[in-house]
């Protein structure tokens, strides 16, 4: 899916490390493939807490010498990279998000997506309450600051149980950082512990191995981890067991880095079996097997591995084209695809070759990449995608776009193979796709797939979530 325009958010915690604040840009920098909109640490002595964020790469906000990291300088830290899948593409919606309330300061850093905060904004807002940023996560502080939460034992449980949707959360307060995650544990969360006992949290465990940090397990679904002096003490807000998790497999397949273990996998061999799956499924007689980069990579060496034919690198990446690049405009788009996938003539020419990319979204880039192929002579093109035919929106924190722009929404597979302008087309299975898990197939979130959102979302709140999402769309195009 390379140059598709959907993304994610990364969270990276520290706490009791004199280099919390330099490990925690490490982190973020390790994590920069979830978020390229904007980055933001903030960090706590103890007593008070300061925070930075801005637009942009990680490496520009903080870059060397501008002295910011300094200033920063505490031995508790979070931070955040950020794409936005709720909110303006601004910064007042840049995250850690800082506020101060009747209990003091915090810093909240999110990473998915809730369904029911356009609600709880019109209620909040309907009483007076008035908000700095369109981001969904400002919601969450507005429940904690309220007097019924901050008068209960445990306040965060309270507040979480109000939410709705997708959430892996960091909260820094001046002496502590707790780490909340979704009863559905939709989007990832780990812990990990440094060499000298630090603890350290984050979205995936890329961010430990750059630090030396251990992976010791996963935040649980309904679960919140609180780092403070004493270590690391755990609660659940929901009853462990009540629920059926809901893990994205959509992490798997395309966000997650491929050195990372999430849900209990690492991705890089997860993605090498879809692979494999795929060559069971869709074998075709062809020269050369290669990968649309970086995420189609692990798939298509598994395709290979499995059909017996040669993986060679026809498509290149250029790494120095950053997401603010992607124009919304589709002639310019496909000028800036071919700068960010370049072809290896070399490899192509002459040969029947197949295509593995992860996933297909509008499909535009898709073409324009076969176009590039044809071009440099390739002479038979057999796409494989290493996921089923995305068909329906997710709530859940990935941003997709619209049902209608979606390649496969309303196509059957030979008017995709006529749209990407290939000599065939073949999708893994739903089926094939849970049968590479490692988990029982109900434990993931597929309604991207099938429609099948296991969140409850009632026709009231989807409304509004559909409305959010339009005016959202309607006001980047502005901004
Ligand atoms: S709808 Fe798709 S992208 Fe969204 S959480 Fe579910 S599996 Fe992931």
Redesign the pocket.
């Known amino acids: 899916m390379a140059s598709e325009k959907i993304e994610n958010c990364g969270l990276f915690g520290i706490f009791g490390d004199a280099e919390a604040v330099h490990k925690t840009y490490l982190g973020l920098h390790s994590l920069q493939h979830r978020g390229q909109e904007s980055a933001g640490i903030a960090s706590s002595d103890g007593e008070i807490i300061r925070c930075y964020t801005g637009m942009g790469m990680v490496r520009r906000i903080f870059r060397a010498g501008s002295g910011v990291l300094e200033k920063l300088s505490n031995p508790i830290a979070i931070g955040h990279v950020r794409y936005s899948t709720s909110g303006t593409s601004k910064a007042s919606n840049n995250q850690p998000l800082l506020a101060e309330y009747s209990r003091g300061q915090v810093a909240v850093a999110h990473n998915g997506n809730l369904i029911n905060a356009t609600l709880l904004r019109d209620e909040y807002e309907a009483h007076g309450s008035i908000f700095k940023s369109t981001s969904d996560t400002e919601v969450i502080i507005h429940l904690l600051a309220k007097p019924r939460h901050i008068g209960n034992p445990g306040p965060l449980g309270h507040v979480l149980n109000h939410l709705q949707g997708?959430y892996s959360l960091l909260f820094l307060f001046n002496d502590r950082i707790e780490a909340a995650r979704d009863p559905y544990g939709?989007r990832p969360l780990c812990i990990g512990q440094t060499e000298k006992g630090a603890y350290v949290i984050a979205s995936e465990t890329c961010a430990f191995d750059v630090i030396g940090a251990k992976f010791i397990r996963e935040v649980e679904p309904g679960e919140i981890v609180q780092l403070n002096k004493n270590g690391l003490d755990s609660r659940f807000f929901v009853t462990p067991g009540t629920v059926t998790p809901?893990h994205?497999?959509?992490?798997h397949i395309y966000f997650a880095k491929q050195n990372s273990t999430i849900f209990g996998e690492n991705v890089h061999e997860f993605r090498k079996n879809l692979g494999r799956q795929l060559a069971k499924e869709h074998p075709v007689e062809s020269d050369v097997v290669i990968p649309v980069p970086d995420s189609g990579t692990s798939a298509a060496v598994g395709y290979a591995e499995q059909s017996k034919i040669p993986f060679d690198m026809g498509l290149v990446r250029s790494h120095y084209i950053g997401r603010t690049f992607i124009s919304p405009e589709q002639r310019l788009r496909e000028l800036e695809v071919k700068l960010k996938l370049a072809v290896v003539k070399e490899v192509v020419k002459g040969k029947r070759i197949v295509v593995v990319d992860d996933s297909i979204v509008r499909g535009t880039t898709t073409r324009g990449k076969i176009r590039a192929l044809r071009q440099a002579g390739a002479k038979e093109i057999h796409m494989r995608v290493s996921c089923p035919p995305i068909r329906?929106p997710?709530?859940?924190?990935?941003d997709?776009p619209t049902k209608e722009e979606l390649l496969a929404n309303n196509r059957n597979l030979e008017q995709i193979k006529e749209f990407l302008e290939v000599d065939s087309v073949g999708y893994m299975s739903l089926e094939g796709l849970l049968e590479c898990a490692k988990l029982p197939e109900d434990h993931?979130?597929?309604?991207?797939?099938n429609g099948k959102y296991k969140i409850p979302v009632d026709i009231v709140v989807n409304k509004f979530a559909m409305e959010h999402y339009q005016m959202r769309m309607f006001k980047d195009e502005l901004s």
Not at 444 to 449: M, R, S
């Open positions: 997708a939709i809901a994205c497999i959509f992490e329906f997710c709530f859940y924190g990935v997709f993931y979130c597929t309604a991207c797939w």
